[in-house]
């Protein structure tokens, strides 16, 4: 297959990884990168010898792009998707894929009405080790899975970052990392059947949220705690453990390991290597786009990782349990 033109619409601190990580996908061609703000967009084409643009119509006319990473701020995931989908491009969008259902409920709906590909960045399922985590669980190897751990924490100053204006960011460390933790999860274990969530003490002098526990239920009694906090770390090797009557499973960042009940140890995998899973992730969507291979996140994930979110800041709200319908897509 022939090279989509691509290009990258925000140069915030991700794009450069992705960038980085374009260097071994054969089915784009980086042709342009975008962003109002002219010094850092013209810096960073520089750098990549790629034409910068601050107009999106400036970028459509000159590169004549054919799909489209939109790393923009969320608040701007729904117009600038909108729009490319309007001008003919598939899209790739950053996580959060919207602040909120019926944002993304339009996405998806510009994305069929234009007949092409809408989808969000998800690089865990991209991660190698996580894969076969998966495929170890549902071969049975940890028996009848009782409780999963997932932790996204570090502690990193968020003062005049966009991800802690709620303006921007539509929220803080939840809305920020939530959607990791909420795709990586169903993906192990299935649709979320509900969700309760307490909000930490505000460490960092923020108007968002710098510290949220999350509880996750699923079908089969299975019980997911996911830790999120930008003001902590827990200084662990494992991002992911779940535990089963038959052995415990860990995912770390340096490697995985599968213990036995049996006493049985086995290592697998060679951690989380984050250049390698954008890049993979780069590579499925432009076989998506091309129409050569089919889409890892369904409508429904899409969705999901926005409706779970919200019920966590419903549960965050009203201090209770909340239900979850993943069905209403």
Same mark, same amino acid.
């Given at each position: 297959?022939?090279?989509?033109?691509?290009?990258?619409?925000?140069?915030?601190?991700?794009?450069?990884?992705?960038?980085?990580?374009?260097?071994?996908?054969? #089915?784009?061609?980086?042709?342009?990168?975008?962003?109002?703000?002219?010094?850092?967009?013209?810096?960073?084409? #520089?750098?990549?010898?790629?034409?910068?643009?601050?107009?999106?119509?400036?970028?459509?006319?000159? @590169?004549?792009?054919?799909?489209?990473?939109?790393?923009?701020?969320?608040?701007?995931? #729904?117009?600038?998707?909108?729009?490319?989908?309007?001008?003919?491009?598939?899209?790739?969008?950053?996580?959060?894929?919207?602040?909120?259902?019926?944002?993304?409920?339009?996405?998806?709906?510009?994305?069929?009405?234009?007949?092409?590909?809408? @989808?969000?960045?998800?690089?865990?399922?991209?991660?190698?080790?996580?894969?076969?985590?998966?495929?170890? !669980?549902?071969?049975?190897?940890?028996?009848?899975?009782?409780?999963?751990?997932?932790?996204?924490?570090?502690?990193?100053?968020?003062?005049?970052?966009?991800?802690? +204006?709620?303006? !921007?960011?539509?929220?803080?460390?939840?809305?920020?990392?939530?959607?990791?933790?909420?795709?990586?999860?169903?993906?192990?274990?299935?649709?979320?059947?509900?969700? +309760?969530?307490?909000?930490?003490?505000?460490?960092?002098?923020?108007?968002?949220? +710098?510290?949220?526990?999350?509880?996750?239920?699923?079908? =089969?009694?299975?019980?997911? &705690?996911?830790?999120?906090?930008?003001? %902590?770390?827990?200084?662990?090797?494992?991002?992911?453990?779940?535990?089963?009557?038959? =052995?415990?499973?860990?995912?770390?960042?340096?490697?995985?390991?599968?213990?036995?009940? +049996?006493?049985?140890?086995? #290592? %697998?995998?060679?951690?989380?290597?984050?250049?390698?899973?954008?890049?993979?992730?780069?590579?499925?969507?432009? &076989?998506?786009?091309?129409?050569?291979?089919?889409?890892?996140?369904?409508?429904?994930?899409?969705?999901?990782?926005?409706?779970?979110?919200?019920?966590?800041?419903?549960?965050?709200?009203?201090?209770?349990?909340?239900? !979850?319908?993943?069905?209403?897509?």
């Amino acid at each position: 297959m022939s090279a989509l033109r691509f290009a990258i619409l925000g140069t915030g601190r991700i794009a450069s990884d992705y960038l980085t990580a374009l260097e071994g996908v054969p #089915e784009l061609e980086l042709v342009g990168l975008c962003d109002p703000r002219q010094e850092v967009v013209q810096a960073l084409g #520089e750098r990549w010898a790629v034409p910068a643009f601050t107009l999106r119509e400036d970028l459509f006319e000159h @590169t004549a792009v054919e799909a489209v990473l939109v790393a923009a701020p969320p608040a701007l995931h #729904e117009e600038l998707s909108v729009d490319c989908l309007a001008r003919g491009a598939h899209v790739l969008c950053e996580k959060p894929l919207a602040l909120d259902s019926g944002s993304g409920l339009r996405m998806l709906e510009a994305a069929e009405q234009a007949n092409l590909t809408l @989808t969000m960045s998800a690089k865990f399922r991209h991660v190698p080790d996580l894969i076969e985590a998966k495929a170890r !669980i549902e071969s049975g190897q940890l028996g009848r899975m009782a409780i999963a751990d997932n932790v996204f924490a570090s502690s990193v100053s968020m003062a005049g970052r966009w991800n802690s +204006d709620p303006a !921007i960011g539509g929220g803080g460390v939840l809305m920020d990392n939530g959607t990791h933790s909420v795709d990586l999860m169903r993906y192990l274990f299935g649709p979320v059947q509900w969700v +309760d969530a307490v909000e930490g003490p505000r460490i960092q002098d923020l108007e968002v949220e +710098d510290s949220v526990r999350l509880c996750l239920g699923f079908a =089969g009694g299975l019980v997911a &705690r996911v830790d999120l906090s930008w003001s %902590f770390s827990t200084f662990d090797d494992w991002y992911v453990a779940v535990h089963g009557d038959q =052995g415990s499973l860990r995912l770390g960042w340096r490697g995985s390991l599968l213990q036995r009940r +049996d006493g049985t140890r086995q #290592e %697998f995998g060679v951690g989380y290597r984050k250049i390698q899973a954008l890049g993979r992730q780069l590579s499925h969507f432009g &076989r998506l786009a091309a129409g050569k291979e089919e889409a890892l996140l369904a409508r429904e994930d899409l969705m999901a990782s926005i409706r779970v979110v919200e019920a966590a800041y419903a549960s965050l709200e009203s201090g209770r349990r909340v239900e !979850i319908l993943e069905s209403a897509t």
